[in-house]
């Protein structure tokens, strides 16, 4: 039904929008990071990035532990992709636990400080 072509772009879409964390791994080994041409828009990360949030939100206090760590890596690797448009440099893949929380935060900041906005992260008032 598709050519090879198109089946490697639908998985690619596919993993990263998946809501379990395998996804998201399988996403990120599928050369994402070096290929700016394989990479979603930085639109589509934003409005994944803008859903997922939404999601993290309503399910934070009731979730099941592994579907809150696969909503947390499905947002990192979105928060990946909109690194490699913004060049924020992050260390999101090799940190876990609470560094990995952290990084987050810091790495939220520094896309917003670059014009990506996010639900989660407030813009300063202007000086």
């Not at 994402?32 to 206090?61: C, I, K, M, N, V």
């Amino acid at each position: 039904m598709f050519h090879d072509g198109q089946r490697d772009d639908r998985r690619r879409h596919d993993g990263l929008r998946g809501n379990g964390a395998r996804r998201a791994d399988t996403a990120r080994d599928d050369g994402l990071r070096g290929d700016a041409a394989a990479l979603p828009s930085l639109e589509q990360a934003a409005a994944e990035l803008h859903r997922l949030h939404r999601q993290r939100s309503l399910e934070g206090t009731y979730g099941s532990e592994k579907w809150l760590t696969a909503l947390a890596n499905a947002y990192d690797a979105w928060l990946q992709v909109a690194c490699q448009y913004l060049a924020v440099t992050h260390h999101l893949a090799m940190l876990d636990g609470l560094d990995r929380d952290i990084e987050r935060l810091r790495v939220e900041a520094e896309l917003v400080a670059a014009g990506l906005e996010l639900p989660s992260v407030s813009r300063p008032p202007p000086r």
